[in-house]
């Protein structure tokens, strides 16, 4: 129904545009602080309350609204205009496809919480994800300043490097899962396995009872934990985030693709990549971590334990909002993660980055590939 997918999208929009977005900036600053003993953000005030440093985005917001907006003499205006927002809008609408919430029925009626969820909802990831590319290119061109163009040309050799090693590293997943629409693959991890099944599915050797009760979640990182620290680190370059800021490492070019912006087009290209990273904690959440499933609490047990003392609905509701809290819970872990291994590595040199890429995790992926392609046929050929 387009009024249920317009709320939908109005959700994403208010919770990861302009709720979440905004404080991690505000959480990049104070984790930096914690970890380099230091107070952090604490300035910005109202009559006198700075509530622990959280209006110093808004401050940030006034004060880019209020700077000039300069256009480079000898720029291309109408590419250098656009290229923000064509770098900003592909990390919004990427969050259209990560299910932040199952399929819940209430009375006839039935909701699934993701505001699209097409067959090739994954590819639909990367194929916008690739787009904004484009943006950091055209932003490097047509500034008319060298040093733009440099970090241009940094950051395209860069994404569209590591975008074949990041679509390689989740093939994985598609063999084990046997899909690619998010949703189900949230479904697929919403149980649990046998940690020494593998004995009964590989090598036929029968699991002793005491031994049989031991169970993981389902978790895509428990199936392809290789899979997982390529994609994270793939992921991580392609949002040109430290230790991957080559294209825009002040040590080097000054600033980059956006050298020549200053007002709220920087402003884009500031609040895109902490969008990106809120993008990138959702997708692993939902890749690798489970998603919204409550570890051991299949949606089933949930429903069926409360049901037995409040009505069906009121024990659907109860699990939808179980369900959204544990996926917003798994996003600010990995979002916390994000923001330790920005602060904790250096910026690798370029030539390290490419090296990184090519030479060990594109073949690191091949051969995960091959391994889990074989794993799936010992198992299922014993499972015959």
Known sequence: MPVEVLLKALFILL???AGLAP???WVERKQSAVMQDRIGANRADIAGLTVLGLLHPLA????????????PRGANRFMHLIAPVIAAVPAVVAFAVIP????YTFGGYTISLVVANPDWGLLYIFAIGSIATYGTVMAGWSSNNNWSLLGGLRASAQMISYEVTMGLSVVGLFMVFQTLQLQDMVLAQDTTFRVFGFLEHLFRVPVPSVLDWIRLPAWGVFYQPLGFLM???????????PPFDTPEGESEIIAGFHLEYSGMRFGLFYMSEFIEVVVIAGLIATLFLGGWSVPWLPQATIIG????????????GL?????FLTFMLKVVVMIWLQMAIRWTLPRFRYDQVMDLC??????LSIANILVTGFVLLLARGNAA
């Open 23 to 25: 404080v991690i900036t």
């Open 15 to 17: 919770v990861v545009v």
């Open 358 to 363: 090519w030479k060990i995790l594109l073949p």
């Open 305 to 316: 334990t409360v049901s037995r003392i409040f009505n069906v609905e009121f024990a659907t």
């Open 100 to 103: 932040y919430g199952g399929i």
């Open 60 to 71: 940030d917001v006034i004060k880019l609204l209020t700077k000039e907006d300069v256009v």
């Open 231 to 241: 994609f994270l680190t793939t992921i991580m370059a392609e949002n040109k985030r």
């Open 319 to 323: 699990c939808a909002i179980l369900h």
